[in-house]
């Protein structure tokens, strides 16, 4: 882990910044419009971060975006990088580590991916209660920094129980319906055959996707909480038969953005007492 490019990134962010945020908000695929309803916003461009990358997927900005939702203080990354991009698992995750330097103790994670279990649709939206990690690696291997967290860190309860049950009650009280289930993170960038579909789900998974598992692996390690919530933008390949396509991801998302964003920001009220 490169620690110096992290302090790097940390300094230059915190020259920008007036407050520092306590909620990170990490936006997937066509979610990006979050950012949108930050109060008080100072945006910047991840090409200004020393060490970040780009971001080269449609749907997906390419800033940092601080101020208040809620009158919780965050950080909204409006795009993200995934493994498929070329960036090694050090530079996916490092927006990860560089918020937990700047404060963030809890983590929104969000992302697009396709519903595995045949009683989903698509539009519905899913908390996460676990994850499968079929990338290959982990994020973590190399020298661990112990000041970060453990050479061997537990991930019995990766999503935390508590926000997940907050996460259920503002589903309940908002009247949005959710699932809960288990995300699937692959490679990409192809989209799963119809037989590691079968494969998946038969192994437990509900939704499959692209991105999430290596940024809450990084963040369980250094010990910040995590809710996850998946939008189910299209169902995975064997289920209809018709092509995936990520236009389809991102029409999906349009779709839903406004339970989307109603559900995650009584979530962050709920979160500060509200
Ligand atoms: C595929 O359509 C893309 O959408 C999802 C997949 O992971 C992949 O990147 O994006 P997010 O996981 O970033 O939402």
Redesign the pocket.
């Known amino acids: 882990m490169d620690t110096k490019k992290i302090q790097a990134a940390k300094q230059y962010i915190h020259s920008k910044i007036m407050e520092a945020p306590d909620l990170g908000l990490i936006l997937?695929?066509g979610?990006g419009v979050l950012a949108d309803e930050i109060n008080n916003a100072i945006t910047i461009p991840y090409s200004d971060i020393p060490g970040f990358p780009k971001s080269t997927?449609a749907g997906?900005k390419g800033q940092l975006v601080f101020g208040d939702i809620e009158g919780v203080q965050v950080v909204a990354m409006q795009g993200?990088f995934?493994y498929y991009e070329g960036y090694s698992m050090e530079l996916v995750t490092l927006p990860v580590r560089v918020m937990k330097e700047l404060g963030v103790q809890t983590i929104i994670v969000t992302?697009?991916?396709g519903g595995v279990n045949t009683s989903y649709q698509p539009g519905d939206l899913m908390l996460i209660k676990d994850h499968i990690n079929f990338f290959g690696t982990n994020p973590l291997i190399g020298p661990n920094e112990e000041r970060y967290g453990p050479r061997f860190p537990d991930m019995s309860s990766a999503y935390s129980k508590k926000l997940l049950q907050l996460a259920l009650q503002v589903a309940d009280e908002e009247n949005i319906r959710v699932r809960k289930g288990v995300y699937v993170g692959m490679t990409?960038p192809t989209y799963e055959t119809p037989a590691e579909i079968k494969m998946v789900r038969s192994f437990g998974g509900d939704a499959v996707?692209?991105?999430?598992v290596p940024e809450v692996i990084v963040a369980k390690h250094s010990n910040i909480e995590v809710l996850g919530i998946t939008c189910i933008s299209n169902m995975a390949a064997g289920i209809l038969d018709q092509p995936l396509t990520?236009d389809e991801?991102i029409e999906t998302t349009e779709m839903v953005k406004l339970k989307f964003l109603s559900f995650v920001k009584a979530i962050v009220r709920k979160m500060n007492g509200g």
Do not use: D, F, I, K
Not at 209 to 212: A, D, K, L
């Open positions: 997937g695929s979610l997927v997906h993200r995934h992302n697009a991916a990409g996707g692209m991105s999430t990520h991801v």
